[in-house]
C-alpha cells in the first residue's frame, strides 16, 4: 500500500468534490436523456439531494462508497489499521448516520429517497435509471 505524505493526501482531499460529481452527472445525463426533467443539489429538502424528480417526490443521492461506508465491517477493519483510522471512523460513521436521519426525514415528508453507490452508476447505469423508473411507475400508478 502506497503511504502519501500529508502535502499529497491533503491534495487529493481538496480535489474531492460535493457537487457535479463525474456520477452525479453520468446519472443525470441518462435521466435527460429518457426525458425527465429534475433539480441538482435541491436546497429546500432536508440533505440536499443530488438529483430531485419534484413531479414524483423522488430524492436520489449518489454516494461515493469510502465517505458513505460501504462494505463498512471491511471498511472500519481497513481503516483501524490506519494511520488515522479512528478519525475517519468517526467521521464515516457520522455521514451513515446523517444519511440515516435524512432518509427518516425526507420519508416523513412524502418523499421517496434512492441512493446509489457511485460504483454502481459507473457500471450500471441503465440499471440504476431501471429502478427510478419503476419507482415512478409504482407513483403514478397510485395517483
Known sequence: MDV????????????????NTSIEV??????????????????????SPDIVLTKYKIAIFC??????GKDWD??????????K????IKKITRNMERDEEI????MFKGWTV???????????????????EEVIFDISMGE
Open 103 to 106: 432518509n427518516k426525514q425526507l
Open 74 to 83: 471491511k471498511l472500519k477493519a481497513r481503516l483501524e489499521k490506519g494511520e
Open 26 to 47: 453520468r446519472l443525470c445525463k441518462a435521466l435527460w436523456q429518457k426525458g425527465y426533467h429534475y433539480r441538482k443539489n435541491y436546497k429546500e429538502l432536508p440533505g
Open 63 to 68: 454516494d461515493g462508497e469510502f465517505f458513505h
Open 4 to 19: 502519501l505524505t500529508k502535502e499529497q493526501r491533503r491534495k487529493n482531499m481538496q480535489r474531492i468534490k460535493g457537487k
Open 85 to 88: 483510522g479512528e478519525y475517519w
Open 114 to 132: 434512492l441512493r446509489f453507490w457511485g460504483d454502481e452508476i459507473k457500471k450500471n447505469t441503465d440499471e440504476c435509471v431501471k429502478a427510478i
